[in-house]
């Protein structure tokens, strides 16, 4: 029996939870007049411009400047779009997705294998994140160098769900780790301090989050990260079968607006920068070094050679982990995950 199916019935309930402190709205496309506004300065309707809900996933945080440089330099509205960036967590967000009351999402490659190993048709148009944004991470006196260094050990993380967890498993299943020898322990979001507190001996960890604050901090931080021993598909731009099938222009418009706020983000994060200081006030003042500190450790996940184009052999590798970890019973299509032809598109 796979060691891990006990707890992969609570896993499927949990796994698209994130750390955000308030739910997500149920949206429709375009919102009914009655939605309240976000609470991030952002286009406002305007003639002629068609209304979309983005479902983010998150609360509001530099992670997302590609997507606020895109609104705030017009890149949505010359597409024919106004954006509304919908915040929080959402545990039905690919059943949103399926069955299209919500029809783009920012979200992960195992979320989109999910939603389709259970009917949904969610499908992945947009690379956005290169590399899975997961680690372990430890102290450097913690003489954990290697992923078979954590047996034996305590390794917090904050529950068995999303993509920490996810992290973890790809990490176990790709090197070999004997799970019956590593103490899970859940510490909810407080890996920083469980780690400074000897509470545990590694963490696992968003890339972008705790490593940055506890450098900032003057510690010494190893990471072990999930992307070096597993190609795993992580967070792009999610749509469904029926608005690819009946307005493809707009998925292609939406494509379109954020590959240029990414490649403009990487090309000037200073600008990058300003810019999420007017969507997200609360991250200047004393946030400010953090906040520049994340966007540069998210740019390094970001960057790379043919943006937004999805790699169909980490499609594949991803799926097959899940199914071999018991994650989906249901093998989806690789090809049906995903499609690059709005990349393409967006970039002629």
Known sequence: MNKFLPIIALLLVLLLAGCGPSPLATPTSPPPTDTAEPDVAQSSPSAGLRAVV??????????????????????FADEGITVQFNY???????????????????????????????????????????????????????????????????????????????????????????????????????????LQQNLVDAAVVYIVNTPVQLQLEGEEVVELKVSDYLKLVSNGM????????????????????????????????????????????????????????VLHASIELWQGDDLGISKREDWVVSRDFMKDVGLIEQTPDVDKLFTNTFVVAASE
């Open 54 to 75: 983005l479902g983010m996933g998150f609360i509001p945080n530099v992670q997302f400047a590609p997507f606020y440089v895109a609104d705030s330099k017009g890149y």
């Open 88 to 194: 929080g967590t959402e545990d039905d967000l690919l059943k949103l997705i399926g069955t299209d009351k919500l029809q783009f999402a920012i979200g992960s490659g195992d979320q989109v294998i999910l939603a389709q190993s259970q009917g949904l048709p969610a499908v992945y148009v947009a690379n956005f994140y290169r590399q899975f944004p997961i680690s372990v991470a430890s102290f450097a006196d913690r003489n954990i160098r290697t992923p078979k260094d954590l047996e034996g050990k305590k390794v917090g993380l904050p529950g068995l769900y999303g993509a920490n967890y996810i992290g973890w498993l790809a990490l176990a299943h790709a090197t070999g780790i004997d799970a019956d020898r590593v103490t899970l322990q859940s510490i909810g979001y407080t890996q920083a301090a469980a």
């Open 238 to 293: 999610i749509t469904n079968e029926q608005t690819i099938a009946q307005d493809p222009a707009l998925v292609r418009g939406m494509v379109k607006a954020f590959l240029r706020g990414l490649r403009d983000t990487l090309h000037n994060p200073d600008e990058a920068l300003e810019i999420t200081l007017q969507y997200v006030p609360e991250s200047g003042g004393e946030n400010l070094e953090v906040t520049e500190a």
